[in-house]
Structures are given as structure tokens and as C-alpha cells.
């Protein structure tokens, strides 16, 4: 759980925590909700179960609450990608998906707001839940948000993975790659290799780097 400031207003928020971790959740934001003057909860998916215990706390102390789609609650998992073998569809994977269809509708009855990363991604969740109609909703980009790349801009860091001078293309991919991504890298890299026969400077004067992890 972390308490953050923005324009004054107080938040609760927390995410990216296991289903184990539910109950220290519970402690800690009940800790400070009863502490101190906290003026909204948010909460971000993924994972999605810790929404449900926000809504808990605000039956409890009264208090706002705002979902935060990173990703979508109910989306390709279960349905057309599971933990099966080669990514494949297994059991777990479509209980996985029951029971977030299951979930989502029930909490999305108490909240006071949505965020997400795109507009594309609210408006799934409007889709599969269109008595929420009403709701404020806002989509805060992740990655390609203008303001990001103006913070560093003014505060520059080292770059102490390439030289970006060195005269050679640098082309950079930054986040984590899903198992619905696969097929889209492997396209890019065979076009990789078609420019290495095509035109051997330009590949040669290519550099690829890859930022961030796997689901796996």
C-alpha cells in the first residue's frame, strides 16, 4: 500500500500484488484510512483481486473509489491464450476467465471511477458493463505519455546502454512481451533479416535493444 499526493488530494493506492497478499493489503490500508485523511482509493489491474478488496474498504470507511486499468480485467486470457502448452487455452486459465467475469461486474457497481492506459481499454470495460454509464472515466497513456519524455528532457540521465552518437540507428522496445506478442516479434525480426540481404549497410549500421521482461 502507498499514500501518494496530487494537487492536494490524498490517495490510497496499491496494486501489483498476489492473491496471498490480500490480507497485509487489508491491514495496511485499513491502517491508514483510520490514521490519517485519505480522500480516494485507487486501485490498478493487474492483478485484478485486490479491486475487490477496495471496495470492501470503502463500504467500511466511506471513501472513494477509483479502478486503474493497466490491463484488462476480462481480455485474451482463457479465451484464445492460457498457461497451457505453447500458450495454449488449459482449465486453469478458463476458471481464471470465469472468475473475473464473475468479478468485474459486482465491483464496478462501487466504483466512482476509471482510469486506463488507452481509451480502447475503458471502453471494453464499458462494453461488457454498460450500466456503469455515467461513471468519470480518463485514459492516463503509459509509456508514450508526452509529459514523460518533457521530465526527462529536463532532467537528462546517462544513457549507459548505447552511445545514441555513435552514428548507427538504435531502435529501442521498452515493456514486457506478452504471449500474444510472439507472432508479432517474430515478423519483425524475419523483416530484420530480409534487410540484412537487401541492404547489408543499412542492417549493419542497426542496433536492437530490448527493455523490459516476460510474463513467463
Known amino acids: 500500500a502507498d499514500v501518494w499526493n496530487v ?11 498476489g492473491l496471498r497478499s490480500l490480507t497485509g493489503i487489508w491491514s495496511a490500508a485499513s491502517k491508514l484510512l483510520r490514521e490519517e485523511q485519505i480522500d480516494l482509493v485507487c486501485v490498478s489491474i493487474y492483478p485484478s483481486y485486490t479491486a475487490t478488496l477496495a471496495i470492501l474498504l470503502k463500504r467500511r470507511f466511506k471513501v ?13 486470457w482463457g479465451r484464445t491464450v ?23 461486474p459486482i465491483t464496478l457497481r462501487s466504483v466512482d471511477g476509471i482510469t486506463a492506459v488507452s481509451e480502447g481499454t475503458y471502453e471494453q ?14 485514459s ?24 545514441a552518437n555513435d552514428g548507427l540507428f538504435h531502435l529501442c522496445y ?11 516479434l517474430r515478423a519483425f525480426l524475419a523483416a530484420v533479416r530480409q534487410l540484412k540481404d537487401s541492404d547489408p549497410l543499412a542492417y549493419a549500421n542497426l542496433r536492437l535493444h530490448f527493455f523490459g521482461t516476460s510474463n513467463q
Open 7 to 17: 494537487n492536494r488530494t490524498r490517495a490510497l493506492g496499491f496494486g501489483d500484488l
Open 140 to 163: 492516463i497513456p503509459v509509456g508514450g505519455e508526452k509529459a514523460d519524455f518533457e521530465a526527462v528532457r529536463r532532467c537528462p540521465v546517462l544513457n549507459r546502454f548505447f552511445n
Open 64 to 76: 472513494p473509489v477509483v479502478l486503474d486499468y493497466q490491463d484488462p480485467w476480462v481480455g485474451a
Open 174 to 184: 521498452v515493456g514486457t512481451i506478452l504471449p500474444l506478442g510472439y507472432e508479432s
Open 82 to 104: 492460457g498457461g497451457g502448452a505453447n500458450s495454449a487455452v488449459d482449465f486453469k486459465s478458463r476458471m481464471t476467465r470465469w472468475v473475473s467475469l464473475l468479478l468485474e
Open 125 to 138: 470495460v464499458l462494453a461488457r458493463n454498460p450500466r456503469i454509464y455515467g461513471r468519470p472515466f480518463a
